[in-house]
């Protein structure tokens, strides 16, 4: 990778808005007012996630439970930019109407003074929160499995997005990421902590399973084809995948090279092991226990 300005920062986009609201109730407080325990060259870009039952959620069936107002306020209150997961790839002109998902929408675009977003797959979509939710910025999702480096420059290119998620199986393309120009590099949000079979080819149908689920539509589960599929989401087995990223490649490969925004994936998984990502990613070695056991200590959340 080339060099490039050594003082910038990482922002981490962080996940479960509303499936760990109490979580973030937490640390948020912490990340703030005990700023010594984290790494000074990172950042928290925004949180993300969906309501559970939410008609346009995609690539993982949402389960968050936390009232919409309460979410909203505790990204205000910390000055984070909250970011609705709508990105089901299969909607059609019928769902745009949703009133639950209208309700989100314009809820967090009035949630000043950072800005919401809202992560998307379908153009559909796209075009109709444009027209009536002109304060809401967007971000392409990962679930559109842009897997070749072409598809990633065009995506890049439209203006509508502000950041555009790649497929994490591009993470170590290095040669061709490096021609990107400035104004691409700093849209680019790599997906850190994939677990999912590198070689998988059935990635985009796993989503649109999800999608199909999220619509109501009756279908059987997609059964995964990995050889390790019945382990689940293991922390450790993400850190050996191929598309891994840790923090010395962010610090000594992406943001040496112009690379700054990295999303943090979990809403599906509980809140210990999302705890563990912001330990890992964000908190400095010799304050982790202190934060895990401040977090550990709040008789108010449910860890696991």
């Known amino acids: 990778m080339t060099d490039g300005a050594n003082h910038m920062k990482a922002y981490y986009h962080l996940p479960g808005l ?27 870009g925004s949180v993300y996630g969906a309501p559970a ?6 690539g993982r069936a949402g389960f968050g439970e936390e009232k919409a107002e309460n979410a909203a306020a505790l990204m205000r209150e910390y000055g984070v930019s909250a970011r609705l997961t709508f990105s ?10 949703d009133p639950a998902c209208n309700a989100l929408c314009a809820l967090f675009e009035k949630n000043s003074p950072v800005p919401s977003g809202v992560i998307l797959s379908s153009d559909l979509l796209l ?21 070749r480096f072409e598809q990633l420059e065009a995506e890049l290119n439209r203006p509508e997005f502000r950041f555009v998620v ?27 902590n994939e677990c999912c079979w590198f ?11 999800v999608s199909r689920k999220n619509l109501g539509e009756a279908c059987p589960d997609h059964v995964c ?25 962010i610090q000594d490969v992406y943001l040496p090279a112009g690379f700054s925004h990295f999303k943090i994936e979990g809403r599906s998984l509980g809140s210990a092991v999302v705890l563990e990502f912001l330990l890992y990613y964000m908190t400095k070695p010799e304050y982790q226990l202190k934060v895990r056991e401040e977090v550990y200590l709040d008789s108010s959340l449910d860890l696991f």
């Open 53 to 58: 039952g939410c008609l346009w959620d995609g």
């Open 199 to 209: 070689s998988c080819p059935d990635r985009k149908a796993c989503y649109e399973n």
């Open 166 to 192: 790649p497929d994490f199986r591009l993470n170590r393309a290095y040669d061709r990421l490096q021609t990107l120009q400035d104004a691409q590099k700093r849209k680019v949000e790599f997906l850190c």
């Open 225 to 249: 084809a990995s050889p390790d599929a019945g382990r689940g989401y293991r922390f450790s087995d993400a850190m050996k995948n191929p598309g891994f990223i840790g923090i010395r490649e």
């Open 127 to 147: 075009g109709y929160l444009q027209k009536k939710y002109p304060g809401l910025y967007f971000v392409s999702s990962t679930t559109k499995v842009l897997t």
């Open 88 to 97: 089901n790839s299969l909607l059609r002109e019928a769902h745009l109407s």
């Open 18 to 44: 509303f499936e760990f609201y109490q979580l973030y109730s937490v640390f948020l407080p912490l990340f703030r007012e005990h700023r010594e325990y984290f790494y000074d060259w990172c950042d928290i």
